[in-house]
């Protein structure tokens, strides 16, 4: 193990933006921490760069706590959200700050940075001034900047928050390789924050989602997509078809519209549940759980096709299929639920205020 | 990337600087012959009262032959003269951004109760006309003032025992009252729009906090306190009537010398070699801050950090000790002048309050200085100064609207570094060109006043409106068209509401400078027409107790009338 948090909190006048905050990093992990914005990421990032101090609980790395080593000491680089390049310094001068400060010696600099700007793709900017690269480029001398000094962990504030969209897709991709193999050949260990669930997904070995400053669930992505264990979580994973479920046995569950089957994976019977119905749960033919409901709207989605359709009994649904004959808007079908895409949620409170926080 | 703020502190609205650049590109550019007529009315005056008055001045340093020119340089001792202006001006820079750069630092990062007001507070010595600063000065240090008065009942003396005018550090002290204010805001509003996550990252890459502001902070900062200190150096390199007022005769610089010279000696010609040597220094500085204001727009991604609180007991000390002696710099001087100025001092009696000195200023004495109640001064400021402000606009209004729909041009930036000149050359210089040019001047100075005040009003009021009238967004004029608003209702209900705070700023600053001038004024006044500063000047001047009273009764009116402006500038000017 390698970053530990027990129990942080940090409290700004009356708001609380950390609360009761535990996490534990494996060494070569990235970890993404999904959240709305203001739900107290960056906070948490500045708590363990040593920027700002916990009003309660522990940061520790490898055993060692961290209270007393200030930012300066303890060996992690933050990347900001815009990067925060030095303006008044050159890309060599941006990316040997760290290594300066270590007091490296002049020709053990240069080899270092050479090597940095060389895995970052960005050999011969050495000159160029920081104030005339494009986003990309000044995001990948952010990135070299964090790493040359080897940190023993990085932490990333939203790094690709302030690009446009195609370039984002462009450096995610490069972003993970680039994790995945840091200039010493290594897993990068790495915490990372963001909004957004496709970069979470792309990046992630493990994620945890954040709401007002607490943890909600922490699991791999594919974990995390299939069982969201609470509303708020599905939702800000764009999941957002619930009903409510009564249980009359361990694996038939009463809704609005009729009884449903499961499959001993998806039910860890919760004590109040909700039933979550993943997009992509209901076919146009089948034998389970068969669903009567009228087409309401239907969407081309490119490589999908999403349709939202009104049950007999509660509320709307939407799915996603695959481009192929489907019935049109206003008419009426039976639909088939998956039972292995379909799981149960812990209904911790109304359904419809989460879904207006978010 | 504009990096300036989108509205200027009062304060910096003052100094000459590089504007924020070509206009919009939405503007439809005026038509030239327009452009031109418009800017005629600013051209002549400036024509007639700057350039030809500055012509006459070289003219009339010719006149002198060169050996009689070296036998008064060894008599007047010009060396001396020269040396001293610059190290009285570094001496007072240096205290003042010592004192300043704490300031700065706090005021850009901590968020702490009655943070505006400080503000405020700190930015009102300098709009206090000098003469006021002087009296302020001289109520705290003088033999009259409070110190000498306090040491002199504790110990029970006759005599007041320290001599404080008449010295360096009055100088240096009334400087870095005055300028401290400039130091805060020029550097505190850039420390403040520096991204603090500059040094945060400075900080996770193994920097510890004094490196983080030597490789970072500093650097960064370099170019606004540069360009600061060479503000604050300007001005006291022409200060006069600091100088004047609490140096005494022992302490010449080039200011107060071509004053002594035209004045006293009637020298104009040794006056007028002084005005070219001053001119020449101060555009040197002036070239200097022109050349550090284009660094400041160096692409800085500027960015407004939310402030901190102050939660830890050592930075609420360090904060409380920078703020508080700064606000005590800023404050106790004009206490001490409202103070003393109702306060009466008789042999072996106690101190009583007393209005006394304000009573006297409507009292026509024989035996008075003038020949008319010292009341009237007050009132012939403000014909002056309301005279100034319709100059001022009336020449404004149009130069400023032409420059800002005319595409910059070779012609612009001319006119544009012409108009804003007088601000940078001394104000006795001004006085001097005046009298060397019109000779009738002497005899028609209450009629010239308002237009030598108004070569300073005037680069005020347009540098206020300019980057108002630039910012109009012409798709507002035309939502108000479309919606039925015909071209003088737009003006009424959409131009001018936007540009009222400019208006404000720009005129209020325009009154209280033509309030307090003094420097240009001392060398026209008349004694039949005096003005405030004038009359507080004369009065200090004289001995007596009486005289003195009066001295401070007319400062604090002058404080007051100046400050009315101030408090309507800074309601609602950014924090």
Redesign the interface.
């Known amino acids: 193990m390698t970053l530990h948090l027990a129990s942080l909190s940090k409290i700004y006048l009356t708001q609380r933006a950390v609360e009761a905050f535990s996490l534990t990093l494996a060494p070569g992990e990235t970890l993404c921490l999904l959240g709305p914005s203001g739900c107290g990421k960056s906070t948490l990032l500045n708590l363990i760069a040593g920027l700002e101090t916990p009003d309660a609980g522990t940061i520790s790395w490898e055993g060692q706590d961290l209270a007393r080593v200030p930012a300066h000491r303890r060996g992690f680089s933050l990347m900001f959200q815009d990067y925060a390049l030095f303006p008044h310094r050159n890309v060599f001068e941006n990316v040997a700050f760290g290594l300066q400060m270590q007091g490296q010696a002049r020709a053990e600099i240069a080899t270092t940075v050479g090597r940095v700007l060389q895995w970052v793709k960005l050999m011969g900017f050495e000159g160029r001034d920081v104030n005339t690269l494009s986003g990309g480029e000044a995001q990948r001398v952010a990135l070299a900047r964090a790493l040359a000094p080897r940190p023993r962990l990085l932490l990333l504030d939203e790094p690709l928050g302030a690009l446009d969209r195609v370039l984002r897709e462009e450096l995610l991709d490069d972003l993970r390789a680039l994790l995945r193999t840091n200039p010493d050949g290594a897993r990068q260990t790495t915490l990372y924050v963001t909004h957004d669930q496709q970069e979470a997904f792309a990046l992630a070995d493990r994620i945890g989602v954040m709401r007002a400053g607490r943890l909600l669930q922490v699991a791999t992505p594919e974990e995390l997509y299939a069982h969201p264990t609470s509303p708020f979580v599905a939702r800000f994973l764009g999941l957002t078809n619930f009903v409510e479920a009564t249980p009359l046995s361990a694996l038939a569950y009463q809704t609005p519209f009729g009884v449903i089957q499961l499959t001993a994976s998806s039910s860890s019977a919760p004590r109040s549940p909700l039933l979550l119905i993943h997009p992509d749960a209901a076919r146009l033919a089948g034998q389970l759980n068969p669903l009567t409901v009228r087409v309401v709207a239907r969407s081309f989605r490119g490589s999908l096709v999403r349709l939202t359709v009104q049950p007999v009994a509660g509320p709307e649904l939407v799915f996603d299929f695959s481009p192929q004959t489907l019935p049109n808007v206003g008419e009426q079908c039976v639909l088939y639920l998956d039972p292995e895409r379909l799981t149960l949620v812990e209904n911790e409170s109304d359904p419809f205020n989460i879904a207006n926080s978010i | 990337m504009d990096v300036r703020p989108s509205s200027q502190p009062p304060p910096p609205a003052l100094f000459p600087k590089e504007n924020g650049g070509a206009p919009s590109p939405a503007f439809r550019p005026l038509r030239v012959p327009t452009a031109y007529f418009l800017l005629l009315p600013g051209f002549c005056f400036l024509c007639v009262f700057y350039l030809w008055p500055l012509f006459a001045i070289f003219k009339a340093s010719l006149t002198l032959d060169l050996l009689a020119l070296i036998e008064t340089m060894r008599t007047t001792s010009l060396g001396r003269v020269v040396g001293f202006t610059f190290w009285q001006a570094t001496l007072s820079t240096l205290v003042t951004l010592l004192i300043g750069l704490p300031g700065a630092y706090v005021l850009a990062r901590y968020r702490f109760p009655g943070r505006a007001l400080w503000r405020a507070l700190t930015g009102v010595p300098f709009v206090m006309p000098t003469i006021v600063v002087a009296a302020a000065f001289n109520t705290l240090l003088g033999p009259r003032g409070w110190i000498n008065l306090g040491l002199m009942s504790w110990l029970q003396l006759a005599e007041p025992p320290l001599n404080l005018l008449n010295s360096l550090s009055a100088i240096v002290g009334a400087h870095v009252f005055y300028n401290l204010t400039l130091v805060l805001r020029v550097v505190g509003d850039y420390w403040a729009r520096l991204?603090p996550?500059?040094e945060?990252?400075?900080?996770?890459?193994?920097?510890?906090r004094w490196?983080?502001f030597q490789?970072?902070t500093w650097?960064?900062l370099r170019p606004a306190v540069a360009s600061a200190a060479l503000l604050v150096f300007l001005y006291d390199f022409t200060s006069f009537g600091v100088i004047l007022l609490l140096g005494g005769p022992q302490f010449a610089t080039l200011e107060t010398e071509i004053y002594r010279q035209a004045l006293h000696f009637f020298d104009l010609r040794l006056a007028a070699i002084l005005s070219l040597i001053q001119l020449a220094c101060t555009l040197l500085i002036i070239g200097g801050y022109a050349r550090l204001t284009a660094h400041l727009t160096?692409?800085?991604?500027l960015h407004r950090a939310p402030l901190r609180?102050l939660d830890h007991w050592r930075t609420r000390w360090m904060a409380s000790l920078v703020l508080g002696g700064i606000l005590i710099i800023c404050v106790t001087p004009l206490l001490a002048l409202a103070m003393r100025s109702m306060i009466q001092i008789e042999a072996d009696a106690p101190l009583s309050i007393t209005f006394a000195y304000y009573r006297e200023l409507f009292l026509n004495r024989r035996d008075a200085l003038f020949y008319a109640p010292p009341f009237t001064a007050i009132g012939n400021s403000l014909m002056v100064a309301l005279a100034t402000l319709g100059l001022a606009f009336a020449l404004g209004l149009p130069t400023a609207w032409a420059l800002a729909h005319s595409t910059s041009s070779r012609f612009t930036a001319f006119y544009e570094t012409l108009l804003m000149s007088p601000l940078g050359t001394s104000a006795v210089t001004l006085g001097l060109g005046f009298l060397v040019a019109f000779p009738a001047a002497w005899r028609i100075a209450p009629w010239l006043l308002p237009f030598l005040h108004t070569l300073v009003a005037l680069p005020v009021v347009v540098r206020n409106l300019l980057p108002g009238l630039r910012g109009l967004r012409p798709a507002l004029r035309r939502a108000a068209t479309v919606l039925g608003a015909s071209p003088v209702q737009v003006f009424w209900l959409i131009d001018l509401p936007l540009l009222a705070r400019a208006i404000l700023t720009g005129g209020a600053l325009a009154f209280a400078i033509s309030l307090g001038e003094f420097g240009a004024t001392a060398l026209l006044a008349r004694p039949e027409f005096p003005t405030l500063p004038i009359a507080i000047y004369r009065f200090l001047a004289q001995p007596g107790a009486l005289n003195y009273g009066q001295a401070l009764a007319l400062s604090v009116i002058l404080m007051l009338l100046c400050a009315v402006g101030i408090v309507a500038i800074e309601r609602d000017s950014q924090p």
Do not use: C, E, F, V
Not at chain 2, 200 to 208: C, E, H, S
Not at chain 2, 298 to 301: D, G, I, N, S, V
């Open positions: 991204d996550r500059l945060n990252a400075a900080r996770t890459l193994g920097a510890n490196q983080a490789h970072i650097p960064l160096t692409p800085l991604k609180p």
